[in-house]
């Protein structure tokens, strides 16, 4: 193994027999563990009771998982042998009680690592204790000793073959590593006064307050930390602390959670001063930070130019990018009345190599913000259609800033990885994310009330005073351990892969730090799951509602949000084909008749523009709009000329609501029409010679602007523009034919952002927004019967793909990483997928020949324990605050609802 992390207690079985045979040298002055240590240590451990610190961590409901590391497991057995060799009966533990012990982490080469164990002795009944060890262990070992800088080194090795372990004595100091020359640099640190170790740079810091236990994460540990975050060539830091920072904190277990407290020390240029913030402001403030937030930092300064102070540190700057910014922002007074708190959110991996990011920044002018935000893009955009640089989502208008880093540039803080900057306002706060999709998923979550809250962080802490509050930073392991490998350093990758089983048992790691007079005091937990297993891993599904129907449901449930009070409301359709809805109590709101099936998805329109909403879908024949009374509006339903319909979608270019609906038949017509229903010139409609396969699409593309597009059944994607005119070049072949959905992985530009599909052999095609192919993978095909399909969720922000065979599924993720396979024996199968987060993801199988809808996570775990009844595709929903999935369906003449918890 090419890191070989020792944990220190394990190498005392042999360590103490060679310091026991050491004579002692009486009368040399005591000196302290720290005086071994180098100044280039990653972290220190010091301990009292080691033993019973060892005895606290096992006992742990972790702990079963921590063993599967070798050198954890050994360190355990290792111990568990010195206490029999030591005659049992709690004399190890005796022995070492008080002894401080200390193990300092030191590199060892590039990106490798080992322990240096010092043991501050001092009482000669050790050799009482020497004796009962070396009756039992000299048959077991063979030794040697040299001499270094007139000190005797003894290495010991195992018989078997084992690593040598390096023993030393100077003074009262006993050193023990498995690498001989950090046992040599120890011996140096303690004789040379010109050598600086950790006595001289923490000094009295490592003793004012001690503790039974002491960690010390050190300047040179917080460096290595981001170094093996740090992927070369991309995944920077997100939020870069300060290089010269580091921290003496005391842990203990407290139930599930590992807490800890203790002081932060800095360089003078790390920041003092506070913002005045309540308790009243923080909740507000954590209910900006989305439950599915991957890690999220909270910064709280009197002023937003401290943020260099902490986060300026060794910024390359583009002068010309600066220089811009300077004219036409700061000097004109932008910077001005934005506060000293800001978020920085990490919200996962998108499709692109780039890592999600969105900051918020509180300000007291966003209304001449935004102004002046609105004026510098349009001067640096002079001459370009205006869509492609501005959008509009959820009511908000939305800039794109084509500037590399800007925030970054902006601020003179390290705000990595905004190659664009996308920029809109929520609640007079400043939104900037590093692409548009992110965004729009952020205002999602925060339009649905999904927002954390401080039960869900537990800050403030009893330990942390909020009025002198500063920053406060949260990592959630769930979230953020499905794209880890996509940011750890290569040489990494490989050991948190390997161990990823460890990392699931803990839940999150949070920090705060806070001010007092004139210092800064960290306190800090981690949080580790209640593992369960066997039959109390089964998820208990329950039904807890059903409304019956006076005839079969053949169409829905499909979830609306009633615009009053944003509660969920169902449409249904029976075999007579009339419409029901209901709410999600299960009261009828209306029913009404219908010239035919519903073919199309439900759309929610603001026909009226007062902020209430209607219904909007289609027949084969008709385009129907109805309000929430049922009553249709003024010239619906819209005849369709060919009244063979098949697909329908909604479009609203400037978020203005003046609507355009796109619907196209399966044989190849489609159509544009306006907001009362009139078909547009160019849509009249528009033909194309093989049928359609996918629904019509419009996308606003970061740089291209507005794109409408269908696929057809001969695999070529047709792109236009508004006016219905073929983009150059189009249409573009992707594959011979295309059976299944598509996805789009939105980039930055119209080169980064792809369509996505597979063929029907397998092929999976990727095309950019200029007509170019940039992937074609070839999925496994077990067999010529073979069929393969993706999944995108509702909100196209994922997808998965699916092999079929006769008898079994295996789903892939996009990097083409197979998450599971299952047993399914049937042909007729119909797939959803629903994706609320990293760890909150669903895919739902719906055998229509046997009735039957499975529902699994993507580990391939079921969510009940038998299959629902149902052919109908189902609605899911992750209710804010509630730690249970909402599933709807229908069967028979039935509207279901049942309730999963996490």
Do not use: C
Not at 31 to 42: D, G, N, P, Q, W
Not at 306 to 331: A, F, T
């Amino acid at each position: 193994m090419k890191r070989r992390i020792i944990v220190g207690l394990g190498i005392l079985l042999i360590g103490l027999s060679a310091f026991l045979a050491f004579r002692y040298f009486f009368g040399k002055p005591l000196r302290s563990s720290f005086e071994a240590t180098s100044e280039e240590s990653l972290l220190l451990l010091r301990v009292d009771d080691p033993v019973g610190f060892w005895n606290g961590l096992v006992s742990q409901k972790f702990w079963k998982e921590m063993t599967t590391i070798p050198a954890v497991r050994n360190a355990e057995s290792m111990l568990v042998g010195l206490d029999s060799l030591a005659g049992q009966q709690g004399r190890l533990q005796k022995f070492l009680k008080n002894k401080n012990f200390l193990a300092s982490l030191q590199p060892v080469g590039k990106d490798e690592m080992d322990w240096l164990f010092v043991l501050e002795v001092s009482d000669e009944a050790l050799k009482d204790f020497w004796s009962i060890i070396e009756s039992n262990t000299s048959n077991r070992y063979v030794s040697a000793t040299r001499l270094y800088s007139d000190v005797e080194i003894r290495e010991i090795k195992a018989k078997d073959g084992s690593r040598t372990l390096s023993v030393a004595r100077i003074d009262n100091l006993v050193l023990l590593s498995f690498t001989s020359f950090l046992l040599e640099e120890a011996i140096r640190n303690v004789q040379s006064e010109s050598i600086p170790n950790m006595g001289d740079i923490y000094g009295d810091r490592l003793f004012k307050n001690r503790e039974p236990v002491t960690l010390i994460l050190t300047k040179a540990g917080v460096q290595g930390f981001a170094g093996v975050l740090g992927k070369e060539g991309r995944g920077e830091v997100f939020v870069a602390w300060p290089e010269k920072l580091a921290a003496v904190i005391h842990p203990e277990i407290d139930g599930s959670e590992i807490r800890f407290s203790g002081e932060l020390y800095s360089d003078p240029s790390f920041p003092i001063e506070t913002s005045d913030i309540s308790e009243a402001t923080w909740s507000n403030w954590l209910g900006l930070v989305p439950n599915s937030a991957a890690s999220f930092s909270v910064f709280s300064f009197d002023h937003i130019s401290k943020l260099s102070g902490i986060m300026g540190e060794n910024l390359v700057l583009n002068p010309v990018v600066s220089g811009e910014l300077e004219n036409k922002l700061i000097d004109r007074g932008f910077l001005e009345g934005f506060t000293g708190m800001h978020l920085a959110i990490e919200m996962g991996q998108s499709f692109s190599d780039r890592r999600d990011r969105i900051l918020v920044f509180r300000t007291d002018s966003a209304a001449r913000q935004t102004e002046m935000l609105r004026d510098f893009v349009i001067g640096i955009a002079e001459g370009i259609e205006r869509s492609t640089y501005v959008d509009f989502y959820r009511g908000r208008e939305i800039f794109m800033i084509d500037l590399d880093q800007f925030p970054t540039h902006l601020f003179r803080a390290n705000f990595s990885g905004f190659p664009n900057t996308f920029i809109t306002v929520l609640e007079g706060n400043i939104l900037m994310a590093n692409s548009n999709s992110v965004l729009k998923r952020y205002l999602d979550e925060m339009d649905s009330g999904n927002g954390k809250s401080i039960a869900s962080t537990g800050f403030p802490s009893e330990n942390g005073d909020i009025s002198q509050f500063q920053t406060y930073w949260e990592l959630d392991f769930s979230n953020t351990w499905p794209t880890w490998m996509d940011f750890v350093s290569p040489s990494w990758a490989a050991f948190f892969q390997k161990y990823a089983a460890v990392a699931f048992q803990f839940e999150k790691l949070s920090l705060q730090v806070s001010v007092s007079n004139s210092s800064h005091f960290l306190t800090g937990k981690v949080s580790y799951r209640d593992t369960k297993t066997g039959a109390e891993q089964q998820l208990a599904m329950h039904e807890i509602k059903t409304v019956t129907f006076e005839e079969e449901l053949t169409f829905g449930p499909k979830g609306l949000r009633n615009f009053n009070d944003a509660s969920l409301e169902f449409l249904v359709q029976d075999r007579s084909d009339k419409v029901h809805l209901i709410t999600e109590e299960g009261e009828e709101v209306f029913s009404k008749m219908l010239d035919g099936p519903i073919i199309s998805d439900i759309f929610q329109i603001d026909y009226y523009k007062n902020n209430k909403l209607q219904l909007l879908f289609a027949t084969a024949n008709s385009l129907y709009a109805v309000d929430r009374l049922g009553e249709f509006l003024p010239g619906f339903p819209v005849d369709i000329p060919t009244g063979s319909i098949s697909y329908l979608n909604l479009v609203d270019y400037e978020n203005d609501r003046n609507y355009r609906y796109f619907l196209a038949s399966a044989s190849g017509e489609i159509y544009l029409l306006d907001r009362e229903g009139k078909i547009l010139d160019g849509w009249n409609p528009k033909v194309i010679p093989d049928p359609i396969v996918s629904n019509p699409t419009h996308f606003r593309v970061p740089g291209l602007g507005d794109r409408m597009f269908v696929i057809d059944r001969k695999g070529y994607w047709h792109l236009f523009n508004r006016r219905g005119e073929y983009e150059p070049g189009a249409p573009f072949e992707l594959a011979d034919e295309i059976l299944t959905q598509y996805a789009i992985r939105e980039g930055n530009s119209a080169k980064e952002t792809r369509i996505v599909t597979v063929s029907p052999n397998g092929e999976v095609v990727m095309a950019n927004f200029q007509g170019e192919i940039t992937e074609r993978t070839q999925l496994p095909r077990p067999d010529r019967e073979s069929s393969f399909h993706l999944v995108k969720d509702p909100k196209n922000e994922r997808y998965l793909l699916v092999v079929q065979e006769f008898n079994q599924l295996t789903v892939l993720d996009e990097s083409y990483q197979t998450l599971f396979s299952q047993r399914i024996d049937a042909k007729d199968l119909y797939f959803q997928y629903f994706h609320f987060g990293p760890s909150n993801e669903i895919l739902v199988v719906i055998d229509r020949q046997q009735e039957f809808i499975y529902l699994y996570d993507l580990a391939g775990k079921m969510l009940s324990e038998r299959p629902l009844p149902g052919t109908s595709p189902l609605a899911i929903d992750l209710p804010a605050g509630k730690n249970e999935y909402a599933i709807f369906s229908i069967h028979g003449s039935q509207w279901i609802e049942y309730r999963v918890p996490l």
